[in-house]
């Protein structure tokens, strides 16, 4: 099957997020994707990536949520749109999974945060297994994939071909313009999606913004660790690949022995 991976501007508003998102929805389809997944926090947006940010409340994120689905069922593909999201003990980072008819699957939460965010978002605490048109998938979200390779392995561990990873890193003001996508000389992001897909025999597929000055590509990697696509930097866009999910066997996943790590308990 096909996937895809966005790569969008920092929206200025949640209209404008959803207008992007649209555009982006629709060239994927066009190129007969089965699902698109899009950048951690893409709606509301970043944070401190908005001149002005709007206020938001749990009905105006619903109907944003509302307006994916419409626009999913729509163009026949499914979405992965990582948004805000208020739970019971805060504001949550999450990824909603909604099918190509528009229906909310769920969604997984980011339980890895950042030092940097505690004071923007809580922690979630559960993991899921997705499954769009035969496609079985997790997700791991910007720091826990990068920093938490066993975010990965658990998805993998439990029937996942491949994990989506929403994220963010990069800037719209400063910073170099990379040009090679996995140089030694790169921030290591991308040798760690490398490794994500390596050590779990599965795919692995990431999504950055189209930002100025980008520290990693929005990346679609195969179970042998090669590249089969990637957003070229400071653009934005669309990537697709077609995925051979008999490739994605989960292989030295399912040799990881945890018995052999009970750390003396």
């Not at 008819?101 to 339980?111: A, D, F, M, P, R």
């Not at 945060?113 to 979630?124: H, R, S, Y």
């Not at 003001?173 to 000389?185: A, D, I, R």
């Not at 950055?208 to 934005?236: F, H, M, R, V």
């Amino acid at each position: 099957m096909k996937i895809a991976i966005a790569s969008p501007p920092f929206p200025q508003s949640i209209n404008d997020a959803l207008n992007q998102a649209e555009k982006l929805i629709q060239e994927a389809a066009e190129q007969q994707a089965g699902i698109i997944c899009f950048p951690e926090s893409y709606i509301p947006g970043y944070p401190g990536m908005i001149a002005e940010p709007e206020a938001k409340s749990p009905a105006i994120l619903q109907q944003a949520l509302d307006k994916v689905c419409t626009i999913a069922s729509a163009n026949n593909i499914a979405v992965i749109m990582p948004m805000d999201w208020y739970g019971d003990e805060g504001l949550l980072n999450i990824a909603h999974v909604v099918s190509n008819k528009g229906e909310v699957l769920g969604y997984q939460t980011k339980n890895q945060l950042d030092p940097t965010e505690d004071n923007i978002w809580v922690p979630g605490t559960r993991r899921q297994i997705f499954e769009v048109n035969g496609l079985r998938f997790g997700i791991t979200i910007c720091h826990e994939g990068f920093r938490y390779p066993e975010s990965v392995r658990w998805a993998a561990r439990n029937g996942a071909q491949i994990v989506f990873h929403p994220h963010f890193s990069g800037s719209n003001t400063h910073g170099e313009l990379l040009k090679e996508w996995g140089s030694m000389n790169n921030p290591y992001y991308e040798k760690a999606m490398m490794m994500r897909a390596l050590e779990n025999t599965i795919y692995f597929a990431s999504s950055n913004y189209g930002s100025l000055y980008p520290e990693s590509a929005s990346s679609i990697i195969a179970p042998d660790g090669k590249c089969l696509a990637w957003q070229k930097y400071g653009t934005t866009g669309v990537i697709v690949a077609d995925i051979d999910l008999e490739r994605a066997t989960g292989l030295l996943a399912k040799r990881f022995k945890p018995q052999l790590y009970n750390y003396g308990q």
